[in-house]
């Protein structure tokens, strides 16, 4: 293996606290990083850095750990353009515009599903995502499902099992026969290719119980829940993931402060997805809420054909300061360290000694920028495993 020094960095992003200026993002300035192979064997200052075999000069940029987008529903097909320019002319967002994607899902081609997922997948890579996360959903039969997992698992090894997306059509006259499905068939043949289990648990979608039952049987399987919860409406959603120790919560939009509570006390991350507010003119979630009661928070895409059609963290990161009441210290922290915090890893979303060599190179001095030039491509270089790949 070679050994690469990335050197003079203006402002590095370690988010080890123990670095540099002792905050979370652990800075350092004029800083240097030492690749060999797929880890990060050294961080400090450039003037100290060791001799490698290769040497980049960064010129005065920022670097910071690559994104990682723990949510996103990638395993699709079609779009939905018309919903979105209705939603846009005045007409409410509903979960049932699911059903749209999963007809055009069903319909088309293994083939056609990986290239789809390819395709966003580059290009979240060029914007600096690194580590993601993606469900099934979208085709809520038992062949369906089995089918969107090994697609993603082409793709990702965070692969989460989403067939409690919303009751199929198939069965819509029949919900519990759906969750008998979801926990029976379908989860035995889901279960091989998931790591995760997740439920929309919602007004239209899953209530409580069935939310439970739904987890519960993942659990026995083996799969670890995530749930989608308190979106669009208060619900019973974050009560149960923290009760089930789920890795994360996702939306936690309309929290009570006894939401706020279990959050701050318990291990599961609230993972906030603002580009769902944006595309659907809805209320944006309070980060200033959960971070002061000391809830860990990340920031996802929620990629998704639906109600966020984005790949861009750094846009989400923008979203997350101009309107939800993040500092843009805590939005890079919780896009990539709260990232991998929601999936329980510890070998991303950090730039320290051991830890996977996911990099990314601003064309800005500091992480800032991101937010404050919203929209502007600020991303130079990436790394994901110690090879450069933009």
């Known amino acids: ?14 988010n080890d606290p123990s670095l540099g200026n002792g905050t979370p993002l652990g800075l350092i300035h004029d800083a240097a990083v030492v690749i060999d192979g797929d880890r990060i064997v050294w961080t400090g200052e450039s003037s100290k850095a060791p001799a490698t075999d290769n040497v980049l000069d960064a010129a005065g940029r920022a670097v910071i750990p690559g994104f990682v987008d723990s949510h996103s529903h990638l395993v699709f097909a079609g779009d939905r353009t018309e919903e979105f320019n209705a939603r846009m002319s005045g007409q409410p967002y509903r979960a049932g515009g699911i059903r749209t994607t999963v007809a055009a899902t069903r319909a088309a081609s293994d083939d056609d599903l990986s290239a789809n997922v390819a395709r966003y997948l580059a290009e979240a890579l060029r914007q600096g995502t ?10 809520l039969t038992v062949e369906d499902e089995a089918r969107a997992l090994r697609i993603a698992g082409r793709h990702t090894d965070e692969v989460t099992y989403l067939g409690a997306h919303i009751v199929s059509p198939d069965y819509a006259d029949d919900p519990a026969g759906y969750v008998d499905l979801v926990t029976g068939p379908m989860l035995d043949a889901c279960a091989p290719h998931a790591r995760w289990i997740d439920v929309f648990c ?8 069935q939310a439970r039952a739904i987890l519960t049987a993942g659990r026995a399987k083996g799969l670890h829940p995530r749930v989608h919860a308190n979106q669009l409406s208060y619900g019973p959603g974050v009560q149960l993931a923290v009760e089930l120790d789920a890795a994360s919560a996702d939306h936690c939009t309309h929290l009570t402060d006894a939401d706020v509570d279990a959050l701050a006390q318990g291990n599961t991350v609230a993972t906030l997805l603002p580009g769902a507010e944006f595309s659907t ?31 861009s963290v750094p846009f989400c ?21 709260g990232g991998a915090a929601a999936l329980r890893r510890t070998d991303v979303g950090r730039i320290t000694p051991g830890a996977r060599a996911d990099l990314v190179l601003l064309d800005a001095p500091s992480h800032v920028h991101l937010a404050y030039r919203p929209g502007v491509p600020l991303v130079n270089a990436v790394w994901r495993r110690g090879e450069r790949v933009v």
């Open 281 to 311: 003119r809805a209320e944006w979630p309070d980060a200033r809420r959960l971070l002061d009661a000391g809830a860990t928070v990340a920031l996802s895409t929620d990629c998704n054909p639906g109600s966020s059609f984005t790949s």
């Open 130 to 139: 690194t580590t993601f996360e993606t469900k099934s959903g979208y085709g």
């Open 317 to 337: 990161i923008a979203l997350a300061v101009r309107d939800m009441g993040m500092t843009p210290d805590e939005a890079v922290w919780a896009a990539t360290a």
């Open 1 to 14: 293996m070679t050994t690469t020094a990335v050197t003079h960095i203006a402002s590095l992003v370690t």
């Open 202 to 209: 919602e007004q239209g979608a899953f209530d409580g119980d």
